[in-house]
T-cell receptor, first 115, second 117 residues
Framework: GAVVSQHPSWVICKSGTSVKIECRSLDFQATTMFWYRQFPKQSLMLMATSNEGSKATYEQGVEKDKFLINHASLTLSTLTVTSAHPEDSSFYIC???????????FGPGTRLTVT | AQSVTQLGSHVSVSEGALVLLRCNYSSSVPPYLFWYVQYPNQGLQLLLKYTTGATLVKGINGFEAEFKKSETSFHLTKPSAHMSDAAEYFCAVSEGAGGTSYGKLTFGQGTILTVHP
């Protein structure tokens, strides 16, 4: 089946620094990638939709200047958490989608801890 | 707008017993419906999905779900639980093809399934 990887799998950073998370579709090309965050014992919340070659669209309440998304190719999307704060600590999950009736394939997630 | 409600944040069954995880949705347009499973510290894996056609859909690992439009439900069942089924399960909804939010998933709160020997 299709595989989506995320790197890093976990990261600890100091408050005020920036962290970049990569999401790659390893054996297929994804026209769209979605970014979700999941707080402990809670559900996934969609943050933004990323289409290759165009600006990401953000869900209501998500700060686009804080969560920078770049979708430079059909196999790579990156999420940069800028000036991270402890409240940004969460599990970030991406999914890759080819559209149509095809399913979204989820990455294994990245656990971010901001100290 | 769409929403999903999963009844019961925790469900506990004995090995070999019926598994029933409940999901109700709200959608102003014909929905696509999904069940995902998440094991600890892992991403989500698709169990099954309903898009169009037959309302009873079969998925992996012996799971199935039935789309009931009149009840706005998409409950997940498995006749006989196995220890390896212990995980967290998420129901999700998206708009169908042509919708402005097509592809975006709205997830329920999740149900943690515990299987006792």
């Amino acid at each position: 089946g299709a595989v989506v990887s995320q790197h890093p799998s976990w990261v600890i950073c100091k408050s005020g620094t920036s962290v970049k998370i990569e999401c790659r579709s390893l054996d297929f090309q994804a026209t769209t990638m979605f970014w979700y965050r999941q707080f402990p014992k809670q559900s996934l919340m969609l943050m933004a939709t990323s289409n290759e070659g165009s600006k990401a669209t953000y869900e209501q309440g998500v700060e686009k200047d804080k969560f920078l998304i770049n979708h430079a190719s059909l196999t790579l999307s990156t999420l940069t958490v800028t000036s991270a704060h402890p409240e940004d600590s969460s599990f970030y999950i991406c999914s890759a989608w080819t559209g149509g009736y095809y399913e979204q394939y989820f990455g294994p997630g990245t656990r971010l801890t901001v100290t | 707008a769409q929403s999903v409600t999963q009844l019961g944040s925790h469900v506990s069954v004995s090995e070999g017993a019926l598994v029933l995880l409940r999901c109700n949705y709200s959608s102003s347009v014909p929905p696509y419906l999904f069940w995902y499973v998440q094991y600890p510290n892992q991403g989500l894996q698709l169990l099954l999905k309903y898009t169009t056609g037959a309302t009873l859909v079969k998925g992996i690992n012996g799971f199935e779900a039935e789309f009931k439009k009149s009840e706005t439900s998409f409950h997940l069942t498995k006749p006989s639980a196995h220890m390896s089924d212990a995980a967290e399960y998420f129901c999700a909804v998206s708009e169908g093809a042509g919708g402005t939010s097509y592809g975006k998933l709205t997830f329920g709160q999740g149900t943690i399934l515990t299987v006792h020997p």
